[in-house]
Structure formats: C-alpha cells, structure tokens
Antibody, heavy 120, light 109 residues
Framework: EEQLVQSAAELKKPGESLRISCQGSGYTFTNFWITWVRQMPGKGLEWVGRIDPSDSYTNYNPSFQGHVSISVDKSISTAYLQWSSLKASDTAMYYC?????????????WGQGTLVTVSS | EIVMTQSPVTLSVSPGERVTLSCRASQSVSSSLAWYQQKPGQAPRLLIFHASTRATGIPPRFSGSGSGTEFTLTISSLQSEDFAVYFCQQYANWPPRYTFGQGTKLEIK
C-alpha cells in the first residue's frame, strides 16, 4: 500500500524552531514530488510548497517563502517541513501529499496530518 | 494568483438526492482541476482530476465536468458517507502556485 506517515503533533512556543516529517512507503520515493498543505483551524486548504525528492528541487507559495523550508532525506524516504522561528499564526494542521504521478498537479495519497500548535 | 470560488458554502440535502457543487476560477485553468473530499478529523481524499477523471476506487456516483473557468462536481445519489466538505483545486500554473477553493460543506437536511 502506498502511504505517507507523518510525525506526531507538536506544541511549541513562539520563536522556537520545528521540523515535522513525512515518510513514504509502498512506492519509489524519488519518483514522485511531495507537497505540503496548511489547514488553519476551521479553514480551507493552502498550498505551502513542494519538493522533488530525486534532486531536492523546491517550489514555494510566495506567501510562505522565507518562513518555511522543505527538504528531503532520500535514504529514509522522508520529507520535512521546517520553521526556524515559529509564530502563533503558524498554528495549523499540516498535511503532506504525494503528487499523483511524476509531474502531475493533483495529490494522492495524503498523510494523516501533523497538528502544530504555537502558544506561549 | 488564480482564485478559486466555490458555491454554495453550505448545502443541506437529504440522502438519495442529487447534488451539484460549483467551482469557478478567476482565469482559465483549462481542465487542470481536481476535487477532494474531507471528512472531520481526516485528511482530504482525491475524488476527481483532469476535471472529470475519477480517481482509483471512487464510486461512479461522483462525476466532474467543466473546463476553462466553470466546473461542477455532481453526486448522483447522496449516501450517508458523502456528507463532508468538498474542495476544488487548480494546478494550471507554472511555476506551480496551486490554489484551492474555500470548500462546500454538505450537511444532512
């Protein structure tokens, strides 16, 4: 079964750093881009950015660029979303998702989500 | 940025009814449109891509249509498990700037 498994929920303080993870299994990890999507409490879906695991090439939503960083460790089939200085407004559920095929723009499957709570 | 607008925001329907959800793009996205279903506490699930192609395992009661700026998702006969929030998503940009609609919530009448 092709699946993405995300890391557990996090509770952090403003200004702290954080890295959450997304591990793929059941398929060749380097053949498919991974995308990250934010869902703030009770809100819709926002595309954060994506990475090509084969060469770590990234594209970011300009609204998130400079505030988050996406990376990958091919050796363990894992993608990461990272913040160096969290804000309260980063509180949200974050999903990773695989692009359906090598260069498609739609996403399947999705990870189960990682809830990030930033509060003093 | 391409803005996706869904209507209605909320729809109250009875099981067995036929429903049509709308999604409008602020500029043409050709057929680069996907639909997702999200149930409470769950991740989104892909239903439709290329505006009208059902994803693997999606029942035939779900169908998508449209191109350019106007799209619809139709559920031919609502089942209890279909009450959820539905999002459309465009993937027409290069470099990518994927955007989602704000969602339509299907409620039980």
């Amino acid at each position: 079964e092709e699946q993405l498994v995300q890391s557990a929920a996090e509770l952090k303080k403003p200004g702290e750093s954080l890295r959450i993870s997304c591990q793929g299994s059941g398929y060749t990890f380097t053949n498919f881009w991974i995308t990250w999507v934010r869902q703030m409490p009770g809100k819709g879906l926002e595309w954060v950015g994506r990475i090509d695991p084969s060469d770590s090439y990234t594209n970011y939503n300009p609204s998130f660029q400079g505030h988050v960083s996406i990376s990958v460790d091919k050796s363990i089939s894992t993608a990461y979303l990272q913040w160096s200085s969290l804000k309260a407004s980063d509180t949200a559920m974050y999903y990773c998702a695989r692009h359906y095929s090598a260069s498609s723009g739609w996403f399947d499957p999705w990870g189960q989500g990682t809830l990030v709570t930033v509060s003093s | 940025e391409i803005v996706m607008t869904q209507s209605p925001v909320t729809l109250s329907v009875s099981p067995g009814e036929r429903v049509t959800l709308s999604c409008r793009a602020s500029q043409s996205v050709s057929s680069s449109l996907a639909w997702y279903q999200q149930k409470p506490g769950q991740a989104p699930r892909l239903l439709i891509f290329h505006a009208s192609t059902r994803a693997t395992g999606i029942p035939p009661r779900f169908s998508g249509s449209g191109s350019g700026t106007e799209f619809t998702l139709t559920i031919s006969s609502l089942q209890s498990e279909d009450f959820a929030v539905y999002f459309c998503q465009q993937y027409a940009n290069w470099p990518p700037r994927y955007t989602f609609g704000q969602g339509t919530k299907l409620e039980i009448k």
